[in-house]
């Protein structure tokens, strides 16, 4: 079993950390009429490879630290995760929905015939959803074994096969599929598909898994074709944009249309996530980082999970702050509410690492820390 710690990962959680505020600072800064398009792009389009690229670094974290020739303790494994994300799953979905019966003055989110579905879908803040289609992929543990014992032999082949399944499947979802089966159930099950569906980031998962499982022969690879690694994220990244701009300008697209059909599952969003969770996870491994770059990647990378948690609400009083100041989301008020939106985030998470130790059910709740032994 490998134990030793991956610091190429921790910094691709930070910098995926900060592509999801950025995500969420994005859709704040619409409530600007006269809002700059291409600060816009930068905050909604450049950083749509973070929510896959979650999936690929939870799924190295995951082989990175095991071995598919090892046994496998499937009961040991669903507690060990069930208290990391299951317990903070519920008690954060607990609180978005008092904060929302609260600030709203709407008690009736708790009388609603259908209260299930915040929970089975992550609906009770927007970015819960994240850690529900992550639970299903620890439920489904045996299965992406058995797939990556089948495809370690000939990675490339089978790699390539799962990425055009993936693109197919996606864009079935994205743009065909709709809920009008005629069942009620169904229906709603394919309304809230993109808050549960595995499916829909099974081959960046899977590709997390094997860089974890041939980290060393991908070591001599990278060094090899960087150049190759980089021109495909240019090249994805451009295809992203370009689309993003095409269905701006000639197709009179409304930013929020557009950005909600240039996304991380479109075809080229796909091809934008899995290019850009290569060209970081390698640039991180081959290159030497100054000392100060590496200390805020560690610090981002650390606290990323208290930022993801809570990020919603911070954002939710500061966009109010802003209002009440009588301000507009001009392009530095953009910058400095998602610069702020991360600054007390992670100031939060530190609390509540510190709270942990004389408190270490506080920290078992809302962040499935594990107890420190004494």
Not at 43 to 52: C, G, N, Q, Y
Not at 84 to 100: I, K, N, Q, R, T
Not at 213 to 224: E, G, M, N, Q
Not at 283 to 303: D, K, N
């Amino acid at each position: 079993m490998v134990n030793q710690r991956n610091y190429s990962i921790e910094y691709m959680r930070g910098i995926s950390m900060l592509g999801v505020v950025g995500i969420h600072t994005g859709a704040y800064s619409l409530s600007n009429p006269g809002i700059n398009e291409h600060l816009f792009a930068l905050l909604e389009i450049v950083t749509r490879f973070s929510i896959p690229a979650f999936f690929f670094i939870s799924a190295f974290g995951l082989f990175y630290t095991q071995s598919l020739t090892e046994a496998f303790d499937y009961k040991k494994f669903l507690i060990k995760r069930g208290r990391s994300v299951v317990v903070p799953y519920f008690v954060w979905s607990l609180l978005y929905m008092c904060h929302y019966a609260w600030a709203a003055g709407d008690p009736g989110i708790w009388e609603s015939s259908a209260i299930y579905e915040y929970f089975l879908f992550g609906l009770a803040s927007y970015q819960l959803y994240f850690l529900v289609i992550l639970i299903w992929f620890y439920l489904l543990m045996p299965l992406w074994r058995l797939i990556l014992h089948q495809i370690a032999g000939k990675p490339l082949p089978w790699l390539t096969l799962l990425l055009a399944l993936q693109i197919a499947f996606n864009y079935y979802s994205s743009y065909v599929l709709a809920p009008d089966t005629g069942n009620l159930y169904l229906d709603r099950a394919i309304q809230f598909r993109m808050s549960f569906l595995v499916l829909h980031y099974a081959f960046i998962f899977i590709l997390g898994a094997m860089c974890a499982l041939h980290r060393r022969k991908l070591a001599i690879l990278f060094r090899r074709h960087h150049r190759l690694i980089l021109r495909s994220f240019c090249i994805t990244l451009a295809g992203m944009l370009g689309f993003f701009y095409y269905l701006l300008y000639s197709r009179n697209f409304t930013l929020e249309a557009a950005v909600n059909t240039v996304h991380q599952l479109s075809p080229i969003g796909v091809l934008y996530a899995a290019a850009s969770a290569i060209f970081w996870f390698s640039l991180f491994e081959r290159s030497r980082l100054t000392t100060g770059l590496r200390r805020i990647l560690r610090v981002l990378g650390a606290y990323s999970y208290p930022v993801y948690l809570v990020h919603p609400i911070i954002m939710y009083y500061l966009s109010d702050l802003i209002l009440n100041l009588g301000w507009v989301m001009t392009v530095p008020v953009t910058l400095a509410f998602m610069a702020a939106t991360v600054g007390i985030s992670i100031l939060f998470g530190r609390l509540v690492h510190g709270l942990a130790r004389p408190f270490p059910l506080l920290g078992v709740l809302l962040l499935g820390l594990q107890p420190k032994k004494t």
